[in-house]
Each structure stands twice: as C-alpha cells, then as structure tokens.
Nanobody, 123 residues
Framework: VQLQASGGGLVQAGDSLRVSCTVS????????LGWFRQAPGKERDIVAA????????YYAESVKGRSTISRDNAKNTVFLQMDSLKPEDTAVYYC?????????????????WGQGTQVTVSS
C-alpha cells in the first residue's frame, strides 16, 4: 500500500492551498482517511479526517472553518483544501489510511502513511 501526497509548497499568509493524496495497492475496503501535520519540534497532530462515505468529517479546532476535507473513492484520493493560511499552519502534512469505514482522530489507528508534503506559510 502506498500513499502519495502532493500539492504542498510555499505560500503567503492568507493564501489558499489544496493538498492531495492518492492511495494505491489497498485491497481492504472500506477505509477511513486522515490528514495529520507535524511542525519542527512538535508532535504529529490530527488536522482533519473523513469516513469512507464522506458523510462524516472531523476538523481540528485550529483549522475548523478554514479547511475542507473531501475524497473521491473512484480515484482513491483524498483532498485537503486550506484557506486563509497562517504561518502556524507551516508543517509537513501527512495523509493516512485506516481499515474500516469510520474516521479516527488517533494516529495509532491508522495503518498506512504517506511520505508527507511540506507546507510553508510566510508572514
């Protein structure tokens, strides 16, 4: 199973950015998906998560109202749209997949992880 994240980059505060993650080689369905992020010297934290159907989503308080998670199961892809970006959003963003239809906010429940994509927001 491979998760390939893309779409990170250097943006200015207030800008928008969409990161994507494509899952390949996964045979167990359904599966939940999540985005986590890790800033230098900090722990990896949940950003957003989405259930298999997409009907249930979760957002960390720090991004709620500024971000939208979505998925396209036909393309095995999950997206994270981030608006009104702030310098404190700077981090490596990781996508992750877990068995079962439900979402999870806990990193330990995710079996598969992508390599991460760097998002840097300048002030």
């Amino acid at each position: 199973v491979q998760l390939q994240a893309s779409g990170g980059g250097l943006v200015q505060a207030g800008d928008s950015l969409r990161v994507s993650c494509t899952v390949s080689g996964i045979t167990s369905r359904p599966y939940g998906l999540g985005w986590f992020r890790q800033a230098p010297g900090k722990e990896r934290d949940i950003v957003a998560a989405i259930s298999w159907t997409g009907f249930t989503t979760y957002y960390a308080e720090s991004v709620k109202g500024r971000s939208t998670i979505s998925r396209d199961n036909a393309k095995n892809t999950v997206f994270l749209q981030m608006d009104s970006l702030k310098p404190e959003d700077t981090a490596v963003y990781y996508c992750a997949a877990k068995d079962g239809p439900r979402l999870s906010v806990y990193a330990y429940e995710y079996t598969y992880w992508g390599q991460g994509t760097q998002v840097t927001v300048s002030s």
